[in-house]
């Protein structure tokens, strides 16, 4: 018997995983998430799902993060009745996540629908709202590490500890087929090991086909101990406290958020960073904290180190947005963290347009920044970006620190590969940008894997996993093979109408007329505006703040 394994999502970019794994006897997904990054690939998550939702027997989800778990209520809503499984933390921080997810789509798509209204364009609707959750919460099974899952005819699950974040999990499965059991083995998000907030990874050895996240896959970190973390983050912190101004924490809600209020608290606590206020901004990520107050006990550890995180004279949580504007009028130092992570929704994008100007700010990116975002080109150094509609000066310090990222860099994601050996199909790597996959591809090579059977998944490519091997098979595509981890056009004319403002502020009056004449001749010779045609004010959204769903 041939399995088939089509790859929807995270195939040659980090965000939107979901494989299908069709049997003899049953169809799987393996995570159905949505779309980050550039506008052309988050115009994806409004597409129609590429495959038959009433053809799905079941959902199989690694963990909670919206790029694995965000297009769940859109598959429910297209038509899918059946199982999710999932352990009961994923199931739990869904339970928040989702339904934030939602929310923050209805406020989205009723701006962008007011500024359609003016521009007289058509309306768009979102994806699914914060109602649609609950009934998709509905399909959830819960399944605990270890234990063997029947959870398709022919088809028996296995999940194991990821080390990610709170009830992640690397997938087995095994498929019954007419020449014997077939064991595919999706590693989901990996974490780096050796951490106080999150177990190792595990998995079994002696897979057929390995399924490997590559998001770091060429890129080596220093080996940093909780103390070593603490004392780079305390670093950070006393830098912008000298600084005179507020740090900014563009916060990802789950995980990463607890991680650094509970390591901002320890080093007040111990007297090695000044005291202040610390607020946390996001309503999803002090939902979140309360599941990780519930459900965070670290077996090795012995404790649960996010206890102590609720709201107290020092940690201020704010969950209605009239609370968020209230930090408009504070001055001088205290701590924000505000979704998102990468910047490209949620409130954080309000406190960038008020802080990336101000020289006494400081603004730190604590994670994975995607091709395309706002925390991307923030990191790469840029001097404008556009916000909103609006063109911001950046003056204030961006700090990066990626100790605490939730996942394996390089030699990690190898030696855990190396773990499950011995790999007799195939190992296909995916939830990479090019240099991770080709970065990962190489080192794996150089570990013995033969590179014959080392593949890098295009979007929408499904492969034949036979005895012998996988073999691709072409198909047709939503999007061109690269194009997924590339900044697009909306990145382009972000940049340009920047590249023409800044041109323009130095320029006296008769040159800036001769230049607006001069493009406006250019649209002309290319079938745009007409030579007398006004140059209109900019109406892009700017290159990476997700100010409109898709390519709306």
């Known amino acids: 018997m041939t399995l088939k394994l089509t790859f929807h999502g995270a195939a040659g970019c980090v965000t939107g995983f979901c494989a299908r794994l069709e049997t003899d006897q049953a169809v799987l997904l393996i995570d159905c998430g949505m779309f980050q990054g550039p506008k052309t690939l988050k115009a994806l998550n409004y597409d129609p799902l590429p495959f038959d939702p009433h053809k799905v027997d079941a959902v199989l989800l690694t963990h909670a993060h919206i790029d694995h778990s965000g297009l769940l209520p859109k598959l429910m809503k297209a038509g899918y009745e059946g199982p999710i499984y999932a352990t009961a933390g994923t199931r739990d921080l869904c339970a928040v996540m989702l339904a934030d997810a939602g929310g923050i789509q209805e406020s989205e798509v009723r701006q962008l629908n007011r500024r ?15 109602e649609d959750a609950e ?12 234990d063997p899952v029947a959870v398709a005819p022919g088809v028996t699950a296995i999940y194991w500890e990821a080390g990610h974040i709170l009830g992640a999990a690397s997938i087995e499965l095994r498929v019954d087929t007419q020449d014997g059991p077939v064991s595919l083995l999706f590693s989901g998000d990996l974490g780096p090991g050796g951490r106080d907030y999150s177990a190792d990874p595990e998995g079994p050895s002696g897979v057929d086909y390995l399924i490997l996240e590559s998001t770091y896959g060429d890129r080596e970190r220093t080996d940093a101990t909780p103390d070593d973390r603490r004392r780079q983050l305390a670093e950070v912190l006393n830098q912008a406290q000298a600084a005179g101004g507020p740090l900014l924490i563009p916060a990802f809600a789950v995980e990463r958020s607890q991680e650094l209020l509970a390591d901002i608290l320890t080093l007040m606590r111990d007297g090695q960073v000044p005291d202040c206020d610390v607020f946390l901004d996001s309503p999803l990520a002090i939902e979140a904290t309360e599941v990780f107050r519930q459900r965070g006990w670290i077996r090795s550890a012995g404790r649960n180190p996010f206890e102590d995180l609720h709201a107290s004279e020092q940690l201020k949580f704010l969950r209605d947005p009239w609370e968020s504007d209230t930090l408009d009028r504070l001055k001088g130092w205290h701590i924000i963290l505000a979704a998102s992570g990468m910047c490209d929704a949620g409130r954080v994008r309000k406190h960038l347009k008020r802080l990336l100007w101000n020289r006494k700010a400081t603004v730190l990116l604590a994670g994975y920044q995607a091709v395309g975002t706002l925390g991307r080109i923030l990191a790469e150094g840029a001097e404008r970006v556009r916000i909103q509609g609006e ?8 700090r990066t620190l990626d100790v605490y990222s939730g996942h394996a860099d390089a030699r990690g994601l190898a030696a855990w590969a190396k773990a499950r050996g011995p790999v007799r199909g195939g190992v296909f790597l995916a939830h990479g940008e090019p240099p991770g996959l080709e970065g990962l591809k190489a080192r794996l090579a150089g570990e013995g894997f033969p590179e014959s059977r080392l593949f890098i998944p295009v979007m929408d490519q499904t492969f034949r996993l036979t005895a012998k091997g996988a073999e691709a098979s072409e198909g047709p ?34 040159a800036r007329t001769a230049l607006l004449k001069q493009l406006a001749r250019s649209l002309a010779d290319t079938g745009g505006a007409s030579a007398s045609t006004p140059v209109a004010p900019a109406q892009a959204s700017g290159p990476v703040t997700a100010d409109s769903p898709g390519s709306a």
Do not use: C, M, S
Request: glycine share 6%; charged share 30%.
């Open 477 to 510: 595509r939503r999007i061109a093979a690269g194009a997924a981890a590339r900044p697009d056009w909306h990145n382009a004319r972000a940049a340009l109408l920047l590249a023409l403002d800044a041109r323009l502020e130095g320029l006296d009056d008769a």
């Open 116 to 130: 359609n209204e003016r521009r007289g364009r058509d309306a768009v609707e979102p994806i699914y709202t914060a």
């Open 391 to 398: 063109d911001i000066q950046v003056r204030a310090a961006i």
């Open 135 to 146: 009934p998709t919460l509905a399909l959830f099974r819960k399944v605990k590490l270890g």
